[in-house]
């Protein structure tokens, strides 16, 4: 795991909302230092009611780490209860969501793919993960403790994240996390291609 870049949550650079609603630690955006990215996963700290911004071209996936989560709207079409810790809602960034939060401040996890270049599947595990050590993505402990297969241990709030350029070719390779504790829950975004290939 030579190629993976650890971070926790409190080593995330913070980027306050303009409107004073939240925050935004973002683990990576790439291609890095532009800002039409190709693929983006932030952390967001939501502390009050309100819209969330538009991103035309862009598909989104938001999953729950922790607090009360929020009520998503856009009627008619989006109306989802974002309450189940760890569980992946996506939706496309060309619709305009308000977020009424359903108790006090809460914390999720944001991907944001450009439609015309890359996707992502996010998924989550309560025992082992197969984690696919290809073009890029992000692995995030909820909850407990997960052991890599070199023997190194994180614990909720940890992380890893990796990219390559696109020159570089790692085929099917993957790797297996695996709780150590049964209250476990770990959250693997793997950014791809449409068709399912993976992308830089």
Not at 86 to 113: H, K, Q, W
Request: net charge negative; glycine share 10%.
């Amino acid at each position: 795991m030579t190629d993976w870049q650890h971070f926790t949550f409190d080593s995330l650079p913070v980027s306050p909302w303009r409107n004073g609603g939240g925050e935004t630690r973002e683990i990576i955006s790439y291609p890095p230092g532009k800002s039409d990215f190709d693929w983006r996963i932030s952390i967001a700290t939501i502390a009050q009611d309100g819209p969330f911004s538009a991103f035309p071209g862009i598909d989104r996936s938001i999953t729950l780490l922790s607090g009360d989560g929020v009520y998503l709207q856009a009627l008619p079409d989006i109306d989802h209860a974002l309450t189940v810790t760890g569980e992946p809602f996506s939706f496309s960034g060309d619709i305009v969501l308000s977020a009424r939060l359903a108790g006090g401040v809460t914390t999720d996890f944001n991907v944001m793919t450009r439609r015309t270049v890359c996707a992502a599947r996010v998924t989550a595990s309560t025992e082992t993960l197969r984690i696919s050590h290809e073009k890029g993505g992000a692995m995030y402990v909820i909850r407990g403790e997960w052991q890599m297969p070199d023997g190194v241990v994180i614990a909720s709030g940890e992380g890893f994240v990796w990219s390559s350029p696109p020159a570089e070719k790692h085929g099917t390779e993957h790797f297996m996390a695996t709780a150590k504790h049964p209250d476990g829950l770990l959250l693997w975004a793997a950014v791809t291609q449409q068709n399912g290939d993976w992308i830089s």
